[in-house]
């Protein structure tokens, strides 16, 4: 056996990111070009085709691929996407921008010089199909809703070349992979079963139980943590790296485990995130991705499984990497230990469901947890945070958080 193969139909790792003498020039060549800035998710999305992460987009997608991606996945060669990828500056700039123009793309933030794009196309999209398309949602209260419709007027379309990762490489030395390294630790450790694991939180109890169940059926299990923005009240990478290492070390055997982490920001897309999660880690050599409760949601606006039921609805063959899909999962005090609606015959006042949400909101208010909601040794690390932060942000909970 091997590991899956890259997306796409070259069925190969497709890197954009210039390194060397190629990269110098480049560099040189962008101080002359018009300058167009990027937000923080659209430079998560550059740099993710820069390390052959997003395989096989050359660029940002044209208005034919944005149309085909929200109504039915696929872009205008065919090729299976289920969350558009594009960029978006104002009119009068769009204006000043030839067909065939080189341009620059630099961060909004931090000022740097990511890529050289091409310029093929220039359009504007109805926003609010997307937003219906890819969110389920009008609501500008949902994050990801907000975040499209405070894009600008116009996007742009056309290839690109990646000049920068940013500073992920140096904020995160030991987690922080490409698809090729990721790939090359799986064949190093023997594994050619991998299931990852998406975490934009610390692990509790009922994340430690399902990345076990996976260990129990493939080889290893990547840990693979997002690196970009969340929203506010969301616990930062470094408190989370540290808190799922710790994990690993006291309650995981030995080379079980790998961790990384990507540099994309959220965009809680709930069931279509799902989908680009699964996409993206086959192009990191996962075979599977590991789909509980509510995966890349936020509040009420999907079902607590419609992530697991997308994946009966898209193309046969459409994707390598395939759903590990696990019910509810809680902490039963009649069975003593964790189960889940599969293996444990209980009411539900027997069952103690964990949540993410649930943690934060307990922590952020100085609560006390419950015993077997979480490791201790991560409790210590989290309350550690909560208290040292000098402005709080108040976390709603939402119905399938109580387990309605």
């Known amino acids: 056996m091997a590991l899956v193969n890259p997306h796409g139909k070259d069925k190969k790792l497709m890197p954009l990111l210039l390194t060397g ?10 101080k002359s070009l018009t300058q167009v800035r990027i937000s923080s998710r659209e430079v998560g999305d550059l740099i993710m085709m820069g390390i052959g992460g997003f395989t096989p987009l050359t660029g940002f997608m044209t208005k034919a691929d944005w149309q085909g991606v929200c109504d039915s996945f696929t872009m205008a060669d065919g090729t299976f996407w289920p969350i558009p990828i594009t960029i978006s500056t104002t009119q009068g700039q769009a204006d000043s921008i030839k067909d065939g123009e080189e341009i620059a793309l630099v961060s909004e933030e931090s000022g740097e010089t990511m890529a050289t794009m091409t310029v093929t196309e220039k359009y504007t999209i109805d926003k609010e199909h997307e937003c219906r398309t890819v969110y389920t949602t009008t609501d500008i209260e949902h994050p990801g809703v907000a975040m499209l419709m405070n894009q600008e007027e116009v ?8 000049l920068s990762q940013a500073n992920f490489p140096s904020e995160y030395p030991e987690i922080y992979l490409t698809p090729a390294e990721s790939r090359k630790l799986f064949e190093e450790k023997g594994w050619n079963t991998v299931a990852a694991f998406q975490t934009r939180n610390p692990m509790h109890r009922s994340h430690e139980y399902l990345a076990k169940i996976a260990i129990e059926t493939c080889d290893g299990v990547f840990i693979h943590m997002l690196l970009g923005k969340l929203k506010p009240g969301d616990i930062p990478s470094d408190v989370r790296q540290n808190a799922i290492d710790i994990l690993i070390e006291d309650y995981f055997v030995k080379d079980t485990c790998a961790v990384g982490g990507y540099p994309l920001d959220m965009r809680y897309a709930g069931p279509r995130e799902a989908l680009l999660h699964a996409l993206f880690r086959q192009n990191y050599g996962c075979s599977h991705l590991i789909v509980g409760r509510d995966h890349a949601g936020v509040g009420d606006y999907y079902g607590p499984f419609d992530a697991h039921h997308i994946f009966d609805l898209i193309p046969a063959g459409a994707l390598e990497t395939q759903p590990l899909k696990i019910d509810w999962t809680f902490y039963c005090t009649k069975c003593d230990g964790m189960a889940s609606m599969r293996t444990c015959p209980h009411g539900k006042e027997d069952r103690m469901l964990l949540s993410g949400t649930k943690l934060r909101k307990m922590l952020s208010e100085g609560d006390d947890v419950p015993d077997h909601f979480s490791r201790p040794e991560v409790l210590t690390i989290l309350r550690a945070y909560y208290e040292g932060l000098t402005e709080k942000v108040e976390i709603k909970t939402h119905k399938y ?4």
């Open 21 to 30: 003498a190629e990269l110098a020039a480049e560099q040189e060549k962008a």
């Open 155 to 162: 996007n742009l379309a056309g290839p690109v070349k990646v």
């Open 401 to 404: 958080s109580e387990g309605v």
